[in-house]
T-cell receptor, first 115, second 114 residues
Framework: NAGVTQTPKFRILKIGQSMTLQCAQD?????MYWYRQDPGMGLKLIYY???????DKGEVPNGYNVSRSTTEDFPLRLELAAPSQTSVYFC??????????????FGQGTRLTVV | TQLLEQSPQFLSIQEGENLTVYCNSS?????LQWYRQEPGEGPVLLVTVVTGGEVKKLKRLTFQFGDARKDSSLHITAAQPGDTGLYLC??????????????FGQGTILTVHP
């Protein structure tokens, strides 16, 4: 089982450049999330989606954009990269219809450095 | 903004000691999850608690959800070096304008020395 697949695993960007972090899941999960994690810290929610065509802002959405055109894919777009966006980015997915949400499965992360 | 406050942020103990990690919020969550994360990996689920007052045990780990569903605790008995890692609590909002939002606390870095 592939689970949640993130690409790329590592990337170095120059200030002002743009890029898209890819995230795909093959578990037919309806919920998907993007988080960033700074060293030794917890996860800060950037954007989330409860289904195809539906996205919403998390705690730290500035400088990022997302789309959810299919159930499987949830790309994160960085426009005009800044050093403050240097972080490890995690994509996650889970499933819920009613009742408690299932376990959130995480990708391996993308380590992004902006110089 | 819903915030989950974890304490302590750092915990360094000797093998065999007991410890408790707390996760507190002013908001009510429909469910709360605890994850553990190893360096270079994504978090992995330990437990989900749903009902106020619920207690779940996972070997030496005991998880409790507060009666008002605003707080939770993780208690580890007789800690072992293999328990070393980053422990994260996460709250799910299942209603209102933040439907589906999964918010994480800032984490507790646990180090258990042999």
């Amino acid at each position: 089982n592939a689970g949640v697949t993130q690409t790329p695993k590592f990337r170095i960007l120059k200030i002002g450049q743009s890029m898209t972090l890819q995230c795909a899941q093959d578990m037919n999960h309806n919920y998907m999330y993007w988080y960033r994690q700074d060293p030794g810290m917890g996860l800060k929610l950037i954007y989330y989606s409860v289904g195809a065509g539906i996205t919403d802002k998390g705690e730290v959405p500035n400088g990022y954009n997302v789309s959810r055109s299919t159930t499987e894919d949830f790309p994160l777009r960085l426009e005009l990269a800044a050093p403050s966006q240097t972080s490890v980015y995690f994509c996650a997915s889970s499933y819920r219809v009613t009742g408690p949400v299932t376990e959130a499965f995480f990708g391996q992360g993308t380590r992004l450095t902006v110089v | 903004t819903q915030l989950l406050e974890q304490s302590p942020q750092f915990l360094s103990i000797q093998e065999g000691e007991n410890l408790t990690v707390y996760c507190n919020s002013s908001s009510v969550f429909s469910s709360l999850q605890w994850y553990r994360q190893e360096p270079g990996e994504g978090p992995v689920l330990l437990v989900t608690v749903v009902t106020g007052g619920e207690v779940k045990k996972l070997k030496r780990l005991t998880f409790q959800f507060g009666d008002a569903r605003k707080d939770s605790s993780l208690h580890i008995t007789a800690a072992q070096p293999g328990d070393t890692g980053l422990y994260l609590c996460a709250g799910l909002n299942a209603g209102g304008t933040s439907y589906g939002k999964l918010t994480f606390g800032q984490g507790t870095i646990l180090t258990v020395h042999p």
